[in-house]
């Protein structure tokens, strides 16, 4: 005699979803529950570089209201925040500053390259003193290109870190760093060499691509 065998389990479509929620009734995980949390109170550093930081400021006055997204909280001290907005050109001097800042942030942290020069240098980028992108020692969530970009493209920037926040898995390769033991959550912080920085860069995060040049025949 054959056992009984239980009814296979129907996927809920989104559509079933939303008229479970017009009735009050919520289906739920706690990855989405943990990831809707994480992306709605995204806290930013109170801190700033140059011109971007302005549009930076910006962006939590009442025109543009950074409020909405939950992100009003700018926090003075790294340890309350979790978010660092790289907003404006990143010196030599500074750089090592900018990857101590991250590194006294708690896990989970974020980072934007607000603007060209904390992009790549923007238009310093040949100079001696400019660091060329903020990515060569921090990894970098969100690009917002610009010179500077206005306080609509950084509220751009935040609703597509929430999206990409809200993507992560709780557990596989799919998890967020913090949540994963083979990567380190720590970034050596540069040191003033002889004629530039040391290292040059962070090769966790950043390697020179690799430029193919076809010869002339």
């Known amino acids: 005699m054959s056992e009984p065998t239980s009814p296979a389990p129907t996927s ?16 739920t995980s706690i990855q989405e529950l943990y990831t809707w949390g994480s992306s709605h109170s995204v806290w930013p550093l109170n801190f700033g570089l ?3 930081a302005i549009e930076m400021i910006a ?3 009442a025109k543009f209201d950074i409020a909405r997204f939950g992100s009003e909280v700018f926090r003075p001290s790294p340890r309350q925040a979790d ?5 404006g050109t990143v010196t ?7 990857v101590r800042l991250w590194d006294q942030m708690p896990e989970p942290k974020y980072c934007i390259a607000m603007g060209a020069c904390a992009i790549s240098g923007g238009p310093f980028k040949q100079g001696y003193n400019v660091l060329k992108g ?12 610009g010179c500077p970009p206005r306080p609509e493209a950084l509220l751009h920037g935040l609703v597509e870190l929430q999206k990409k926040i809200r993507g992560f898995k709780l557990t596989g390769p799919d998890a967020p760093r913090h949540l994963r033991a083979d990567i380190a ?9 002889a004629h530039d920085l040391e290292p040059p860069s962070n090769p966790t995060v950043w390697t020179a691509p690799v430029i193919v040049r076809s010869e002339k025949a």
Do not use: W
Request: hydrophobic share 40%; net charge negative.
């Open 134 to 145: 903020i990515d060569r020692y921090l990894p970098v969530d969100i690009y917002i290109p």
């Open 83 to 87: 978010l660092l907005i790289v907003s």
């Open 185 to 193: 959550c720590d970034y050596p912080v540069p040191e003033f060499g």
């Open 12 to 27: 809920i479509t989104q559509q079933d979803r939303d008229e479970l929620r017009r009735q009050g009734i919520l289906l």
């Open 92 to 98: 030599k001097k500074m750089a090592p500053q900018v």
């Open 59 to 61: 962006a939590s006055m």
């Open 50 to 52: 140059a011109c971007c």
